[in-house]
């Protein structure tokens, strides 16, 4: 599913036969609402299964949601919406496990996307009774009374949502009940028919001065097309392939290894990334995490990132701690390109000074 979501945004790129624009954009929804299903599908039952605990910590608010944002924000401008962030203090600080917060915003955000039609969606985070609630807001159809409660159940969608384009699987809404209850975090929804609902999840105050921050993207946003060096490794051919095509057709400059051995040649034959994405899970059996820590005492300069399929790993949680960007698979390629826009110059004078 990676690799089919790459492969048709790059089609999508290469045409020039306008008579195709409409069959190629079903196209790239029709993959992105499967990607969502298939990761949604994964996180319910993982959740269900028991594999998926929570680790509360300490945990900064505002770049977690920036960095949603960000990930979602071409999303929302592809739809011709707005997606705004009105982002906390820098010292609101919640008790969460980062990963399923994350989670829970992520779902929450895009689910307004989704059944949002007119307007815009606000991301925002307000104080109430001692506790930081973080709210998302839209200007969809609304739900329901008597639906508010049993659209967090999977595969159930409000009567209203119905009409939208892309109505989804009801699968969003049921990650984020239970992501939520795995923090013990109350979860809650206000909504007028005909207007649009806010949903909310309120979080403690964190309890710790060790703050787990989400990563960041090293620089600001830049307009215009792309252009760098990126590495990607990757041992699925078919991914790699994807990955090649797709930047390629970014304008960037890409070099695709399947494992430590290939990744690091490329280095000494002279390719210095700007921006660097590793697979958690390599066939060779190696640590993915490990790899992208030796290549970042390589290339100190890279921007990089973990990408994986997996939820919940040791691996994983150990490069959440440690500042590091993960990716879940499959990454949709209009988050990805806005990431790339974030970490990558815009200009030839920035591109050349650039180096490992």
């Known amino acids: 599913m990676h690799a089919v979501g790459l492969l048709a945004e790059s089609i999508a790129l290469r045409n020039r036969d306008p008579a195709l624009d409409a069959t190629l ?16 599908l994964l996180d319910l039952s993982r959740i269900e299964a028991g594999a998926v605990q929570a680790r509360p910590q300490a ?8 960095e949603v944002a960000t990930l979602l924000g071409e999303s929302a401008r592809t739809r011709g919406l707005v997606l705004r962030l009105r982002p906390p203090p820098a010292s609101a600080r919640v008790q969460a496990d980062p990963m399923l917060l994350r989670q829970c915003v992520v779902n929450l955000v895009h689910n307004a996307l989704r059944y949002t039609q007119r307007g815009g969606v606000l991301l925002a985070v307000r104080r109430r009774a001692g506790h930081w609630q973080v709210e998302v807001w839209d200007t969809g159809p609304g739900v329901a009374a008597e639906e508010r409660e049993r659209i967090f159940s999977p595969f159930t969608r409000s009567a209203s949502a119905r009409v939208a384009d892309d109505a989804g699987y009801g699968l969003g809404l049921a990650v984020v009940a239970r992501c939520a209850e795995l923090m013990d975090a109350p979860l809650g929804l206000v909504s007028r028919l005909g207007r649009g609902s806010r949903f909310w999840l309120r979080l403690p105050p964190a309890t710790s001065s060790a703050v787990v921050v989400a990563p960041t993207p090293a620089t600001v946003a830049r307009q215009g097309g792309l252009q760098g060096r990126c590495l990607v490794v990757e041992d699925d051919p078919q991914v790699a392939a994807g990955w090649q095509q797709l930047l390629q057709d970014w304008g960037v400059q890409v070099r695709c290894a399947a494992d430590g051995a290939e990744a690091l040649g490329w280095l000494e ?22 790899l992208l820590q030796r290549l970042q005492a390589l290339c100190p300069d890279a921007a990089l990132a973990m990408v ?23 990454v949709a390629p209009e988050q990805l390109h806005a990431l790339l826009r974030q970490w990558l110059p815009d200009s030839s004078e920035d591109y050349k000074k650039n180096s490992c």
Do not use: H
């Open 59 to 66: 945990v900064a608010l505002a770049p977690l949601l920036r």
């Open 269 to 290: 034959q002279g390719f210095t990334p700007q921006a660097i994405f590793c697979d958690q899970r390599l066939r060779s059996g190696e640590s993915g995490f490990a």
């Open 25 to 40: 954009q079903n196209l790239r929804q029709g993959v992105q609402s499967l990607q969502w299903m298939c990761n949604a």
């Open 308 to 330: 994986s399929g997996e939820w919940d790993s040791p691996a994983l949680r150990q490069a959440e701690e440690e500042g590091y960007l993960v990716l879940r698979k499959p």
